[in-house]
């Protein structure tokens, strides 16, 4: 069945950086594009980036490009997210998702982890 | 930028039938999908391409999108069905993909 779990989520002080990791079984990894969504606490849903299927294209939303980078390691199944410049309102709860297709920025995310929790504060 | 507009919160009885929209400009020229989110729980796909039902989701969930409106409907809704509920469209812009979600509140 398919799993997707997030790991490296925790408390950090702002300005500083935190790695996400996304590891992915029951699927071919490598066939499918992912994305991160986040959740502030008591907030809907925010789509935060997205890489295709080889990590040839990737897209950001706008109130994390330039500070963001997510990446991905077929040979080990495994999604990432590299979060630079943090302030209190990165503050949520990740998800990594996979979409149906191998392009990005369409589609729908018919499987999520079960997310991991990322403080911003001093 | 483009906006999905949800109604905060939708009550309903059980045994009666809940409508939750998703407003947004010429939407029903973009496939919409659906996700229901318990508390403390990820979201899980209920409705995808407007209308179709992933397995295991019951038939009492069915979707529509023309104009500038989608609409999830629950027939027969029951306390389980008690949660938040969101809209999701690409439409090239990528500041607003989900709509803001509708807390559904089961009488």
């Known amino acids: 069945q398919v799993q997707l779990v997030e790991s490296g989520g925790g408390v950090v002080q702002p300005g500083k950086s935190l790695r996400l990791s996304c590891a992915a079984s029951?699927?071919?990894?490598?066939?499918?594009?992912m994305h991160w969504v986040r959740q502030a606490p008591g907030k809907g849903l925010e789509w935060v980036a997205a890489i295709s299927y080889d990590g040839s294209n990737s897209e950001y939303a706008d109130s994390v490009k330039g500070r963001f980078i997510i990446s991905r390691d077929n040979s080990k199944n495994t999604l990432y997210l590299q979060m630079k410049s943090l302030r209190a309102e990165d503050s949520a709860v990740y998800y990594c998702?996979?979409?149906?297709?191998?392009?990005?920025?369409?589609?729908?995310?018919?499987?999520w982890g079960q997310g991991t929790l990322v403080t911003v504060s001093s | 930028s483009y906006v999905l507009t949800q109604p905060p919160s939708v009550s309903v009885a059980p045994g009666k039938t809940a409508r939750i929209t998703c407003g947004g400009n010429n939407i029903g020229s973009e496939p919409v999908h659906w996700y229901q989110q318990k508390p403390g729980q990820a979201p899980v796909l209920v409705i995808y391409y407007d209308s179709d039902r992933p397995s295991g989701i019951p038939e009492r969930f069915s979707g529509s999108n023309s104009g500038s409106t989608a609409t999830l409907t629950i027939s027969r809704v029951e306390a389980g069905d008690e949660a938040d509920y969101y809209c999701?469209?690409?439409?090239?812009?990528?500041?607003?993909?989900f709509g803001g979600g509708t807390k559904l509140i089961v009488l």
């Open positions: 998702a996979r979409v149906e297709t191998v392009d990005i920025l369409t589609g729908y995310f018919d499987y």
């Open positions: 999701q469209v690409w439409d090239g812009s990528r500041d607003r993909v």
């Open positions: 029951g699927f071919t990894f490598s066939n499918y594009a």
